[in-house]
């Protein structure tokens, strides 16, 4: 199954203008029809000095939208900040880590 993380670096939705926003997107469409993907995730913000990640965690159902994610992970005053450590030489590290709890097949 293909995935890819999207980021919006000046917001989406709710965090436009405030946030970096942060998205998980699995590509359904080889599921068999009418079942859905019930996933853990984690979206991380990789520290790039001392190793302090910033990540926030859900749980989600994943069928015909198959984004899901964070419009407020975190604020751009903080993620700009120099010494944070997220955002260094125009370079930010993000990862994702998902684990599919199972498959729910609808009738």
Not at 56 to 62: I, L, P, T
Request: charged share 15%; hydrophobic share 40%.
């Amino acid at each position: 199954m293909s995935r890819k993380i999207v980021i919006y670096p000046n917001g989406f939705g709710e965090g436009n203008g405030t946030n970096i926003s942060l998205f998980l997107q699995l590509d359904t469409s080889s599921l068999p029809q009418n079942t859905k993907l019930f996933v853990n995730y984690v979206l991380r913000l990789k520290h790039q000095i001392n190793g302090k990640d910033f990540e926030q965690k859900a749980n989600n159902v994943f069928f015909s939208s198959n984004g899901w994610g964070f419009p407020t992970f975190m604020s751009l005053a903080k993620f700009k900040q120099l010494n944070n450590g997220f955002l260094l030489n125009d370079t930010c590290i993000i990862e994702a880590q998902f684990e599919v709890l199972g498959l729910i097949k609808q009738h």
